[in-house]
């Protein structure tokens, strides 16, 4: 079976999931076409869950249809990255806020279960870990800050911005200053200083982005 039957997720999510996952990290390249049968032979399905995913993807941006051709490959481009870096900028500071002053225990335990494994993965230089991590201390922020629209914005440009996110990580000490500022973001978060917490987080945006632009 091409995926984890124990995963709970409807069929069409985990193929919507793997198409978009094969976009966003390069699998299947910027103008590349998407033909529904390869795809459904790809991951043994019928091609209903397929189309249904596209249609997703499409709406999303990510493709868009060719009469004829099938489903052609828009993902994020280096514009679209500098987009979601400003936007970034100007939100996730303001998670971060909405965050200190609504975080519970339950919360900052989980934060702590990540900078522990973001600790760890930093000194194995693990890039693809890293990655991961970053996005779960940014998601459990998210769920923090109890804004169920910041949350669904904030997480679909986090998740487009992907690319950007490893080629930040690949850069010589990088992991070790964004550890350093997970690090401030949750003694912030701990505190409940919402002037601290958006600060350290505008910092480690900011930090991340400009190694990604100097890649």
């Not at 000194?123 to 991961?132: E, H, I, M, P, S």
């Not at 990580?169 to 601290?196: M, V």
Request: negative net charge.
């Amino acid at each position: 079976m091409f995926f984890d039957t124990s995963d709970k997720q409807s069929l069409t999510t985990k193929v919507y999931n793997h198409i978009r996952d094969g976009i966003l990290d390069g699998t299947y390249p910027i103008g590349g076409y998407l033909v529904e049968t390869r795809l459904a032979d790809e991951m043994e399905v019928s091609r209903t869950p397929v189309r249904e995913a596209l249609k997703q993807l499409e709406l999303e941006g990510l493709v868009d249809s060719i009469p004829n051709r099938g489903m052609r490959v828009q993902g994020i481009t280096d514009g679209d990255l500098d987009d979601i870096h400003t936007i970034r900028l100007l939100l996730e500071g303001q998670a971060a806020w909405w965050a200190a002053q609504r975080v519970d225990q339950e919360h900052l335990d989980r934060l702590a279960e990540i900078l522990e494994l973001l600790e760890l993965y930093t000194r194995r230089n693990d890039v693809g870990q890293l990655a991961k991590l970053d996005s779960a201390f940014h998601d459990v922020i998210y769920d923090a800050a109890r804004s169920r629209m910041l949350k669904h914005v904030l997480t679909s440009l986090h998740q487009n911005a992907r690319r950007g996110r490893r080629s930040s990580l690949t850069a010589p000490s990088r992991p070790h200053y964004s550890f350093q500022e997970h690090q401030a973001i949750f003694r912030a978060l701990e505190k409940h200083c919402p002037e601290e917490a958006k600060a350290a987080m505008e910092q480690h945006i900011a930090n991340a982005c400009a190694k990604e632009e100097t890649e």
